[in-house]
């Protein structure tokens, strides 16, 4: 059973027989689908929404009678803002008809890896070998166990812009420094310096959270896990119109990327509102758009 069911509202449901009929439903209702037909094999996702922007996909393959048996299912969060547009790698993962992506996100510094919650798509113009399989944009969403809302940490205008300009210039820094540019790599090299000394002489007199306004960084053994701070641009309550539950809905900005992000309301300590904090640890997924 899928540990982050809990996300998008499906706390009660613990165990797999508990989930079964969840997962019928899903199948003989089904809002959406994508199917992909690879010769004479046969196979796709059905999705079901429970609520807005918030569902279940289940992956199967259609046999004989088209009779569809089920393989395995995930919660999905559709998001609406383009979080990057570097390039991105896909590769399938090994152990079942799902696809990796991998981002190199300058303003991220790290290598973004996320599950493609569109996979299929992938998968069906790979098949077709007629449409483009070069993805453009990604849409990067969250799904979240246990967070808390932070407050904000106090800015002018002006701060904000130099702390914008910063990050822009680090991303062109670390940009030039893997294309092997070894000036920039000095460049970095001091100024992580720099920030050791800044942070050493601020720790003793002051909160580490207001030292770290943002941050996105890998999280366990699982790569496409993160533990992320980021300012909450947008929230709303989304209802799943199955259990009942309610769950946040958040446009948080990490880095200078954005990237919404769900938790259930019992497991977020605080009250979110826009210009606060957000700090959890989330499984990233996203869904890619292709170009022409």
């Known amino acids: 059973m899928h540990k982050y069911l809990r996300a998008i509202g499906f706390s009660k449901y613990k165990k797999t027989k508990d989930v079964q009929p969840l997962l019928e439903a899903a199948v003989q209702s089904s809002s959406s689908s994508t199917i992909v037909c690879d010769g004479e094999e046969v196979y796709g996702y059905l999705s079901k929404s429970f609520g807005d922007g918030i569902g279940i996909r289940v992956y199967g393959e259609f046999e004989e009678g088209k009779d569809f048996r089920e393989e395995y299912f995930f919660p999905y ?3 609406d803002v383009v979080s ?11 152990d079942k008809n799902s696809y990796g992506g991998m981002c190199e996100e300058p303003s991220i ?6 599950y493609i919650s569109n996979g299929m798509e992938y998968a069906r ?6 449409e483009s399989t070069k993805i453009v944009s990604v849409y990067l969403s969250g799904l979240c166990l246990d967070g808390k809302i932070l407050l904000p940490v ?3 205008a002006q701060q904000r812009a130099n702390s914008s300009a910063a990050n822009k210039t680090r991303g062109t820094l670390i940009e030039a420094a893997r294309n092997g540019d070894e000036q920039a790599m000095e460049s970095l090299a001091m ?8 942070i050493s002489n601020r720790i003793g007199l ?10 996105f960084m890998p999280y366990g053994l699982e790569c496409d896990q993160y533990a992320i701070i980021g300012e909450i ?8 119109t199955l259990s009942g539950e309610e769950v946040y809905r958040m446009q948080v900005e990490c880095n200078d990327m954005k990237l919404n992000v769900v938790v259930n309301k019992l497991d977020l300590l605080g009250e979110p509102a826009v210009g606060r904090r957000f700090k959890g640890d989330i499984w990233m997924q996203g869904r890619v758009e292709f170009g022409l």
């Open 233 to 240: 641009l947008d929230v709303e309550t989304v209802r799943n």
């Open 191 to 198: 100024e992580d310096m720099n920030l050791v000394q800044e």
């Open 206 to 215: 002051e909160d580490i959270y207001s030292i770290v306004d943002t941050c």
């Open 109 to 114: 510094g790290v290598s973004l890896i996320f």
């Open 154 to 156: 106090k800015k002018t």
């Open 125 to 130: 113009r790979l098949v077709s070998k007629t």
């Open 77 to 79: 969060v559709d998001s």
């Open 84 to 94: 990057t547009t570097a390039s991105c790698v896909v590769e399938r993962h090994s």
